[in-house]
């Protein structure tokens, strides 16, 4: 029997902790996350992935500023992951059993594109007008 083919998923992890949430039980949570994570790990349903510092820069054509913050609080972006799935729906299935959810963080995951970026293809960066 064959091993169904997979792809790569980058996960988002977006917001900010739900602030009626008891700091320890959103601490317990992350346990339970890194225990989970580090499961999935192992059986290669995840790649390694990290949080990301407070510190940020904003390259443009208009220079370099680093003088955020950059985003709302809604939008901020803790960390990123990789997830190892068959389809979108397995990778956001996976994503749905992190225990960091009930406390206000969301993900977001997108299918990574082994494709170069093209201005004849339509893309994430191609206008909508």
């Given amino acids: 029997m064959s091993t169904p083919a997979t792809s790569d998923?980058?996960?988002?992890?977006?917001?900010?902790?739900?602030p009626a949430s008891d700091k320890a039980d959103i601490e317990a949570a992350i346990?339970?996350?890194?225990?989970?994570?580090e499961a999935n790990l192992a059986k290669g349903r995840f790649k390694p992935g990290s949080r990301l510092t407070m510190d940020a820069a904003l390259v443009t054509r208009e220079g370099i500023r680093t003088d955020g913050p950059f985003a709302e609080g809604k939008e901020v972006i803790?960390?990123?992951?990789?997830?190892?799935?068959e389809s979108l729906a397995a990778a956001s299935a996976l994503a749905s059993e992190s225990p960091v959810l009930a406390h206000g963080i969301r993900?977001?995951?997108?299918?990574?594109?082994s494709e170069r970026?093209?201005?004849y293809r339509h893309t994430n960066e191609t206008p909508t007008s």
Avoid: H, M, N
Wanted: overall charge negative; proline content about 3%; glycine content about 12%.
């Fill in 78 to 85: 803790g960390g990123y992951w990789i997830i190892v799935a």
């Fill in 9 to 18: 998923y980058l996960l988002l992890s977006r917001g900010q902790w739900d």
């Fill in 31 to 37: 346990e339970k996350f890194y225990t989970w994570y």
């Fill in 107 to 113: 993900y977001e995951i997108r299918p990574l594109e």
């Fill in 117 to 119: 970026g093209s201005a």
